[in-house]
């Protein structure tokens, strides 16, 4: 058994959790949360857009990527140093703060050794290996652009890409592939480096539906094995419906899965957020298990929609947290507690707009 803590600060929130491999947490307790400072620049380029989040267990730093698409600066992820407060001289009730410190920036480079060029990607999940960094790119559907999983040294030079089925990638004027703004937001290795997940925000287009209200999405959790190389393995997931109907006509109402943290080979935590206009956000925390289902990596639509999805099981509500809640897209475990328990740690991302929102 695994005890866990959950950072809710807006770099994170914090609970506390016990959590079993194969069911997840059992408990969650609230610890605190903070709130970044609007203008905090490395060099001219500002620090925002934080859409991922990982723990480095050598160096007990963290990694948060920036989804900036080459626009306000070089595509990057930043190293930032996390300290939680010391709960045992805590008075109780008190509210609690981790102290946040952003350290440095490094830039991706593309295949060519170069930044990667403005509006060529759209990078959305994090994930951190022993020598090496994953990067997903959501992609932007409606110029064809295709979402990709790539892999780079610590230094942020380009590795390799992953193999990734062709029925992810868009087409303009078809309905093939990931979405607009719901692509690839999400991803996770597991705890012993093998495998690597991700899963588009919701289902292909040639699949399912978007969520909306009322309406479930099928979407796709892909698993590489990164050991024995080759297509991932594929399995159905089933993103909620949208809660709410928006109190007016609103272009944009969205449900999607927008993160990831991977247990083992087959339990996983994930993280849904809502937004609807005029409503604001809902997120809920999932526990999945993909044990013993079938792989839909060889199977298309329609065939595919008769396959099981993964179960799941809601361990957090956060609405039940009595906080203002924002665009969260990344979490990540931290180092064990002195009591034993885990801090799970959220970030939002500011969409560069640090007058409105908040990281």
């Known amino acids: 058994m695994l005890r866990s803590t959950c950072w809710i600060a807006s770099l994170g929130f914090a609970c506390s959790t016990s959590l079993t491999l194969a069911a997840g947490p059992t408990s969650l307790e609230l610890l605190g949360q903070v709130a970044l400072a609007g203008e905090i620049r490395i060099g001219e380029v500002p620090v925002g857009g ?13 990694f948060a990527l920036s989804d900036d698409r080459s626009e306000n600066g070089p595509a990057r992820f930043y190293r930032l140093a996390i300290e939680l ?40 999940g994090i994930a951190l290996g022993s020598r090496r960094i994953y990067i997903s790119s959501e992609g932007e559907a ?39 703004n719901l692509g690839f937001e999400s991803l996770a290795l597991s705890p012993d480096g093998r495998y690597l997940f991700c899963a588009p925000e919701n289902g292909l287009a040639q699949e399912s539906p978007a969520a909306a209200p009322g309406v479930a999405s099928l979407s796709r959790l892909l698993r590489w094995d990164l050991e024995r190389g080759g297509a991932p393995a594929e399995f ?3 993103v909620e419906a949208v809660s709410r109907t928006p109190p007016a006509p609103a272009d944009l109402i969205i449900n999607g899965l927008v993160e990831l943290i991977a247990l083992d080979r087959d339990h996983l935590l994930t993280l849904e957020r809502q937004w609807v206009p005029g409503v604001g956000v809902e997120i809920q925390l999932y526990a999945v298990s993909l044990a013993g289902l079938p792989d839909a990596g060889k199977i298309d639509p329609p065939a595919s929609l008769a396959l099981a999805t993964a179960p799941k099981t809601l361990l957090l509500d956060f609405a039940d947290l009595g906080l203002p809640l924002d665009n969260y897209e990344g979490m990540a475990f931290g180092a064990p507690l002195p009591d034993g328990r885990r801090p799970l740690l959220f970030v939002s991302d500011d969409n560069f707009n640090p007058d409105l929102q908040k990281t």
């Not at 934080?50 to 963290?62: H, N, P, Q, V």
């Not at 990709?148 to 303009?172: I, M, N, Q, S, T």
């Open 50 to 62: 934080l859409s991922g989040l990982a723990f480095d267990e050598r160096t007990g730093k963290y």
């Open 85 to 124: 407060p010391n709960l045992q001289s805590a008075a109780p009730g008190a509210p609690l703060a981790p102290v946040v410190a952003v350290e440095a920036a490094t830039t991706l480079l593309g295949r060519d050794g170069a930044p990667f060029p403005r509006r060529s990607l759209d990078p959305e």
């Open 142 to 180: 409606k110029v064809g652009q295709a979402p990709f999983v790539y892999e780079f040294d610590l230094a942020g030079r380009f590795v390799r890409e992953l193999p990734l089925p062709a029925r992810y990638r868009p087409a303009v004027g078809a309905a093939v592939g990931v979405r607009e």
């Open 236 to 238: 159905l997931y089933r």
